[in-house]
């Protein structure tokens, strides 16, 4: 009978633990992994960040699986141009996507020889030291770094190889209602609104990026060999705040 009573209170136990852990993620906060570096030089191949799901409120993408419990938003707070956003990508409203909000509803948007316009005014950047980082088959690639000045003040440091790229022109778009527009900070290596994704609905925000919890070079040292660990892990880029 005590055997019994044990078993049934461990399931109880984990079943608590479950339940905590999804209400956790659905409402709270939902850890990311950068899986590409479309965000260089902000956020790395490698980081783990956690995204607030209160920020915007609350969609069905809110939740596990993105599971239909009601349409639009509850509790809705609107994003601001500059907030990096984990959103679904629209063509599926599966796959987890990350970039920075650069247009809102009613915004006009518009790329000339790299420089981004926001409502016919050409954002001001500064140039800083080149920017180095090795790519996916460990060669270093190097660009241009900018800091760039959003209409609302907010300073971020963007990339280019170069202005006159694929897609450093883009024909000026008025935002829809309802919907942003999103870039990537390495702009010449980011599918984007200009690119494939398109408008992005705001149902389809899952939440704000707020800050590492982790990182790590997958370029260092290997799993396998315990001793290398150490220099495998960004110290100082754990627990940085996203902005």
């Not at 960040?49 to 938003?73: A, E």
């Amino acid at each position: 009978m005590e055997e019994r009573e044990s078993f049934a209170d461990t399931i109880k136990t984990v079943v608590l633990a479950i339940v905590i852990a999804v209400l956790i993620r659905s409402f709270l906060f939902e850890p990311f992994k950068i899986p590409s570096g479309s965000m260089y030089p902000n956020l790395y191949v490698g980081d783990f960040l956690f995204v607030s799901k209160y920020t915007y409120g609350y969609s069905k993408h809110s939740f596990p699986f993105s599971i239909p419990l009601f349409s639009g938003r509850i509790w809705a707070d609107e994003p601001k141009v500059g907030d990096v956003v984990v959103f679904k990508y629209p063509q599926d409203n599966r796959t987890d996507f990350i970039k920075r909000i650069v247009g809102v509803p009613g915004d006009k948007i518009k790329l000339e020889n790299g420089r981004l316009f926001i409502n016919g005014k050409e954002l001001p950047r500064e140039e800083k030291e080149n920017f180095v980082v090795r790519n996916n088959m460990g060669y270093a690639e190097r660009y241009h770094q900018y800091v760039e000045t959003l209409p609302n003040g907010l300073e971020h440091t963007i990339l280019e190889i170069s202005d006159n790229e694929n897609d450093d022109n883009f024909a000026e778009v008025t935002v829809p209602e309802n919907n942003y527009f999103m870039m990537g900070d390495n702009r010449d290596r980011s599918d984007d609104s200009r690119i494939h994704v398109g408008f992005v609905p705001y149902e389809n925000l899952v939440g704000k990026a707020r800050f590492l919890f982790f990182s790590y070079d997958p370029h260092e040292g290997a799993w396998y060999k315990p001793w290398t660990w150490g220099k495998k892990i960004r110290w100082r880029r754990l627990f940085n705040k996203i902005s």
